[in-house]
DNA sequence: GGTTTCACGC
DNA sequence: GACGTACGTGAAACCA
């Protein structure tokens, strides 16, 4: 059984090229529309397999049909420059793949494959046409389906002739009667206006024909209509022609020589390494290997197994060698060492026993340029040894540098500056189960090209910095903050075992009964933890109204689960089920999984060069979502108590930082006088946008007024916000029209900042932070949006991290000097949160928000609020 | 092991 | 006219 594809080339390129961001590897060449063709590719091949494959492009700019209609595609834009130099690189990969491809001068793709196709059922060949295109529906019969994209690139409806009747309600052939009266806007095809998909449905169904209305136009019902149709014929009947695939069209291309057999070449393996398709080696079988590139550069190198001073210079790179992600768990394999002397591997074993190598490791002056100072230092405090004179993080660095770097991997950053001898850790010990450490000459050879990398990249990295005006954001913020955040994560918070064991009892005999409960409403008993199984319960068991879908079945969100409360007494016991599920597995349960079993505390990570914005995330466990909101959550925070007896949990938090940035960046008199005022902002917001006295502010106002405010804060949509408030996007977006309107300056910062995104390419923070926004300038609608709202809210949220960064390292210095035993334990992005001995409360109380508002000056005073307790919870 | 859905915080 | 919409982390289900 012969099986064709046929591939409408230029149209997946288009798609794929508008679907996907614009990707560039290294060399600066653009590489989304080659990987986008590349991977439906494959995923055709792979679920169709083909014995026979053509991919059809377009030719030139002029086809038959503009002798027809020399307006035909009038309207269409140029082909981006980025998505026309992209195109010969499909080809050369096709022709690596030994796909066959086919252009025709003055014929589109369309009529090579209508030709083909039709060529391919005489002979009784299954055919598969893949396309974007709508128009090449016409083309579907018994022998011939065709895929086409629907959103992103590899998600396909296939048609056949019962999925376009369902669709369209009429035959496929008609499809091209349809385009006749429709037009096609994209094609600059006019068809009949005030015709559109209803109205032409309506006439093929009752005519059967675009012919045969004309023929007998006084059957056609509606004056307007009618008068439309007859003023209109020769345009429809020219649209119709317009529409039509040449099914005779001359190719000269023999249907036998399409044949296709899969062979993967090393040629095709290198293409892909040159346009880093990484993830796409590994699907045609070949593993990207450390071999390659990176080894055929010699390094040389040394394992050392006793220390001479004179290695021990004052400017060396330094890497200490370790396999886990949690480095409180970390096993040192042994560290890497590059300096004007050379490259060395240290093995653990020689490293510690030398107490030159120690006390080296410990010495202040010396000027270390390290891979992930934080990293290193609190891995080495956990052998009882404190890093000192470091002078260079490279990952920081790196971050600083472009945030939007997906992997700060030293093999990447230094790659990306023509580096090429350094190998990523993840391809040298590979991932997950396979992961292995190599003998000692391979791990030292390894580690040891780590070392002169980094030594080699310090200089072009710090000259970067230099360039983006970073150099006082790296080295007197970020670099000290590495150690202030090491020292937090390395002192561990306590918390109370049996609290967190008695509440998982408490929880679990709650969840039994709900669970029964649900089920017994429900009338059997399923797995309500389950998405699919609980919406089949709902929506076919229940016939409860179906609200929301996601891809792949019924939505069972929160949002949902609100809006059918009062339809069945089930859905709130489904809602409090989720509430303490969620309680139980991932806070008591989950944290009394991370509990240090050296400490009995808990140590999580920072991780300070990942978000887009600066602000610091935390993992393992993350420590910045432990509930608050409702007091059920909120409980879980009695857990966590001062590690020494008679101490106390301090908190101290920002109030409004993020709108006070805003009043200051966009030097709003209003907002400004509100903040100088210490107004409720919320209530100021509220009588602001709906125009009334402070007195007249309902609560429900004042609810909007927040959630408008959050919204500026967070960058949403006027969608999001419609959302958030459960009213329509239009009235969302008179809301924001209003808040603009009431704080002009804000208004104008808006736009400014966009423009400025456009013209610069990124946005900053105070502190000259960077983000870049290549979107800003895309066609897409979607796109271009939310890089517009993401250079409005960067600079304000970003900002707002600097301002708290500045506290804390402030805060470090200050505790540092005052000598108090206090020790600063989380930062939960305005908050952050202390133990102390009680009698060095009062002194907090007066230091912390001293130290928090004075952080940085701006036209707004930074308000702070402090608290404590015995235990997190209690300090409110 | 990867993806999807849901839910928590700011 | 549709698109699919703050950022993070983590758990569980489900599919392969």
Redesign the pocket.
Known sequence: MKKLVLIDGSGIAYRAFFALPLLNNDKGVYTNAVYGFTTMLLKIIETEKPTHLLVAFDAGKTTFRHKTYKEYKGTRQKTPPELSEQLPLIRELLDLMGIQHYEKDQYEADDIIGTLSKQAQQKGWTTKVVTGDKDLLQLVDDKVTVSLTR?GITDMDDYDAAKVFERYEIEPIRIIDLKGFMGDSSDNIPGVPGVGEKTAIKLLKQFGSLEAVFEDLEAVSGKKLKEKLEANQDQAVMSKQLATIDIHAPVDIELDRLTYQQTFSQELSELFKELEFSSLLNRIGFEETIAGESQEIEVKSEVLTTIEDSLLLKESALTVEILEENYHYAEILGFGLANEKGCYFVPKDVAFSSERFKSWLQDETTRKIVYDRKRDRVALKWQGLELKGVHFDITLASYLIDPSESNHDLAAIAKRRDIKYVYSDEAFYGK??KQQIPDEDKLADHVARKAKAMLELEPLLAEELEENHQSSLFYELEMPLADVLGEMEFKGVDISETTLKDMGVELNDKLIQLEKHIHALAGTEF?I?????L?EILFEKMNLPVIKK????Y????DV?EKLQGHHEIIDKI?EY??LG?LN??YI??LL?VIHPKTGKIHTLY?QA????GRL??????L???????EE??KIRKAFIPSKKDWMMFAADYSQIELRVLAHIAEDENLIKAFKEDMDIHTKTAMDVFGVAEGEVTSLMRRHAKAVNFGIV????D??LSQSLGITRKEAGEFIEKYLDSYPGVRRYMTEIVQQAKHDGYVTTLLHRRRYLPEITSRN??RR??AE??AMNTPIQGSAADIIKLAMVSMAERLKEEQLEANMLLQ????LIFEAPKHEIDRLKIIVPEVMENAKALKVPLKVEASYGQTWYDAK
């Open positions: 959103k997950g189960a797995n933890n389950s998405p699919k199984q919406g996601t891809k792949t079945g939505s069972t969100s929160a689960l809602l989720r509430q969620k597995s991932t349960e989950g999984k991780r990942l978000t887009q914005t995330s935390s993992t393992d466990p993350n910045q979502n432990i509930p608050i909101r409702l959550g909120r967070y960058g949403i949509s969608y999001g609608f979607n949006s939310f709202r993401t939960v992005h305005d908050e």
